[in-house]
């Protein structure tokens, strides 16, 4: 499974971008995707995620700015990001949780995939 994300740039402080993440090879049962965040000198931290089922969960920060979609069919995830603020600079990643059978039983494996990155810069 490859993930491709597109959609990184450079803003200014308040203005929105929009992040977009296509999954492509074999997941029998896609669990979850979402889009985790790395600052210089920080750990990767969650922004949002989306589960099979519609749920989605959030850090705190970026409530209310961020919006977190999902097109099941293609298997794509969106982020789009509104009222950018310059702590929100980092290199955004796409994740992916699913399952995959792995026998004629019909025993599940639980594997997770991670994109390349994308560099987001917001300036004040």
């Known amino acids: 499974v490859q993930l491709v994300e597109s959609g990184g740039g450079l803003v200014q402080s308040g203005e929105s971008l929009r992040l977009s993440c296509a999954a492509s090879?074999?997941?029998?049962?896609?669990?979850?995707m979402g889009w985790y965040r790395q600052a210089p000198g920080k750990d990767r931290e969650l922004v949002a995620s989306?589960?099979?089922?519609?749920?989605?969960d959030y850090a705190d920060s970026v409530l209310g700015r961020f919006t977190i979609s999902r097109d099941s069919a293609a298997n794509t995830v969106r982020l789009q990001m509104s009222n950018l603020k310059p702590e929100d600079t980092a290199v955004y990643y796409c994740?992916?949780?699913?399952?995959?059978?792995?026998?004629?039983?019909?025993?599940?494996?639980?594997?997770?995939?991670w994109g390349q990155g994308t560099l987001v810069t917001v300036s004040s």
């Open positions: 994740n992916a949780e699913y399952t995959i059978v792995v026998n004629v039983e019909g025993a599940q494996r639980t594997l997770e995939v």
């Open positions: 090879g074999r997941m029998d049962r896609l669990i979850s």
């Open positions: 989306i589960g099979s089922g519609g749920s989605t």
